[in-house]
C-alpha cells in the first residue's frame, strides 16, 4: 500500500481525527437571547447556595440526615414521589418545546451548551477573535503563546474549580464547605466531588465542547422521533439563495444567474459545532440559531432581505400552511400543565405529617371481660417538619365508642417515624353493621395546623 493509498484509506475510515472548531462571535437577536439565558442560568446556579432563609441555606440537599430544604419547604424520603413527578414534568416539558421549535433546550438551557459559552468567551477575551485564535494555535511556540495558554487554562481551571465546589455547596452547606476547604478539612466524598465536577467542567467546556453534542448527548440521535413537518427548525432558503457565488454590492445577480448568498461561510465559522446549515439539517445542529443572526448581517451589508437562514417549518418551505396547534402538541402541553398544576398545589398544600393506620390482622375483634367488642390498631407517625412534635389522637365513629392508647405521650422528632398502639371498644349493642368505618384524626398540640385524618375499618360480631 503506497502513501496516498494509505492517507485515502486515513481520510475515509470511521474514525475521522478530530479538528478544532474555532466559531466565530456573533451579535444578535438570539446571541442575545443566549447570552441572556446563561446570566439567567449561571447566576442562579451560583447564587441559590449562598441564600439564607430562617438561619439555614435556602437550598440544601442534606443527604447524610436524609432531608432536603427548599425554602420554606423540607422534603424526607417519603416525598420521593415529589421528584419522580418532577422528571416526568421535565421530561414532557423536553417533548413539548422540541416538537413545538426543535432544539431549544440545546441551543440555550443545556449545560454543555451554557459552560461551553462562559469557556468560549474566557478564549476570545485572552487569545483574541477566530482568525487570531488559529493563528495562534499554528504558530511555533514562543513565551508569548505559552503565557497566553497558560492564562487561559488557569482560569478555566479555576472557573471549574468554583463550579465543582458550589456544586457540592448544594449537598454540604456552602459556608461550612468554605470553611473546611481553607482549612483543607474536608471528607473523602467532598473533595471527590469537587474535583470530578470540576475536572468534567474544564473537559467537557474547555476541550470536548460540540464533541459532547454530537457524540455523547443521546438527544441528538432520537430528537427527530419528536419532529414532524410543523415543527420550527432552522434552514437555509435554497430556493432564494442557489446558486449561490461571490459578488460585488454593485452587481446584478439576475444578470449573472446567482441567488442571495454571497458564498461567505460565515453561517459555517459562527457554528459552534462545525456544520455548513446550507446542507440541510444535521443532527449536529444543536440549534443556537447564531447562523441566522451572522447571515442577517451580511444580508444587511449587501442589501438584501433578511432571513437567508430562518426558523421555519418543513411545511413552510414546501408551500403549505403551518400548523402550530396540532395533536401532539395540545396533548404534550394539557398533560404538562396538569402535572405541573397539581404537583404546585400538592407541595403548596403539603402538611408535614403523615399517619398509617394499620389494623390487626391476627383477630378480626376481641371481647373484653366486660363484654366490649375490642379493636386493635396500629398508627405509624411520620414527622416531616424540622422540629419535634407531640399530638394528640382523636377518633369519629358513627357508634359510641372508646379510645384506647398504650401511650398517651406521643412525641415524634423531626424526621423520625413513631409507633403508637391504640384500641377502640364498644358496646355491641350500638353496632348495627359488621363493619363501619372509623376517622383517626392526629393534630399537633404546639402547632394546631398541623393535622391529619386516616381511615380505618372498625369489625364487629355478626347479627
Not at 371498644?425 to 372509623?438: M, T, Y
Request: aromatic share 14%; net charge positive.
Amino acid at each position: 500500500m503506497d502513501k496516498r493509498e494509505a492517507q485515502t484509506e486515513q481520510d475515509t475510515g470511521f474514525y475521522v481525527k478530530h479538528k478544532k472548531v474555532y466559531p466565530r462571535e456573533v451579535h444578535g437577536l438570539f446571541a442575545n437571547l443566549r447570552v441572556t439565558g446563561v446570566l439567567v442560568l449561571l447566576g442562579a446556579y451560583y447564587l441559590v447556595p449562598w441564600l439564607r432563609w430562617e438561619g439555614k441555606q435556602a437550598v440544601l440537599f442534606d443527604l447524610p440526615n436524609r432531608r432536603f430544604y427548599i425554602f420554606d419547604l423540607t422534603f424526607w424520603p417519603q416525598d420521593f414521589f415529589y421528584l419522580a413527578v418532577l422528571l416526568i414534568i421535565a421530561a414532557l416539558a423536553l417533548f413539548f418545546f422540541t416538537a413545538l421549535a426543535g432544539r431549544l433546550w440545546c441551543g440555550y438551557a443545556c449545560p454543555q451548551t451554557v459552560w461551553t459559552e462562559v469557556f468560549l468567551w474566557i478564549e476570545r477575551k485572552i487569545e483574541g477573535d477566530r482568525n487570531k485564535q488559529i493563528k495562534l494555535d499554528k504558530a511555533p511556540l514562543t513565551n508569548t503563546k505559552f503565557w497566553r495558554k497558560f492564562t487561559k487554562h488557569f482560569i478555566w481551571l479555576s472557573f471549574s474549580a468554583w463550579t465543582g465546589f458550589t456544586f457540592v455547596g448544594y449537598f454540604t452547606p456552602i459556608t461550612e464547605l468554605g470553611h473546611s476547604l481553607v482549612q483543607l478539612a474536608l471528607g473523602p466524598w467532598e473533595w471527590f466531588w469537587i474535583i470530578f465536577y470540576s475536572f468534567a467542567t474544564y473537559g467537557n467546556a474547555g476541550w470536548m465542547r460540540e464533541q459532547v453534542c454530537i457524540y455523547m448527548c443521546p438527544y441528538a440521535r432520537f430528537q427527530s422521533a419528536m419532529f414532524d413537518n410543523n415543527t420550527l427548525v432552522i434552514s437555509y432558503d435554497q430556493m432564494r439563495g442557489e446558486p449561490r457565488g461571490s459578488r460585488k454590492k454593485s452587481d446584478d445577480i439576475k444578470v449573472k444567474g446567482l441567488g442571495d448568498c454571497v458564498d461567505c461561510t460565515m453561517c459555517v465559522q459562527v457554528c459552534p459545532t462545525g456544520i455548513d446549515i446550507r446542507e440541510g439539517l444535521q443532527y449536529q445542529c444543536i440549534g443556537c440559531a447564531a447562523c441566522i443572526d451572522v447571515c442577517n448581517e451580511v444580508m444587511q451589508k449587501v442589501g438584501y432581505a433578511p432571513n437567508l437562514i430562518k426558523y421555519t417549518t418543513q411545511n413552510a418551505i414546501d408551500g403549505i400552511k403551518t400548523r402550530v396547534l396540532r395533536p401532539r402538541v395540545v396533548i404534550y402541553f394539557l398533560i404538562l400543565l396538569g402535572m405541573s398544576i397539581a404537583l404546585f398545589y400538592s407541595m403548596a398544600t403539603r402538611v408535614p405529617l403523615e399517619l398509617n393506620i394499620i389494623r390487626d390482622r391476627n383477630a378480626l375483634y376481641r371481647t373484653t371481660p366486660l363484654g366490649y367488642i375490642e379493636n386493635i390498631y396500629t398508627l405509624k407517625i411520620a414527622n416531616k417538619d424540622t422540629v419535634a412534635h407531640r399530638y394528640t389522637l382523636s377518633i369519629e365513629t358513627p357508634f359510641k365508642s372508646k379510645l384506647i392508647l398504650r401511650d398517651t405521650d406521643i412525641k415524634v422528632e423531626p424526621g423520625q417515624s413513631g409507633v403508637v398502639s391504640a384500641s377502640i371498644q364498644a358496646d355491641p349493642v350500638d353496632l348495627h353493621k359488621l363493619s363501619d368505618e372509623v376517622k383517626f384524626t392526629l393534630q399537633s398540640i404546639d402547632k394546631p395546623e398541623l393535622k391529619v385524618v386516616d381511615e380505618g375499618v372498625f369489625i364487629g360480631p355478626r347479627r
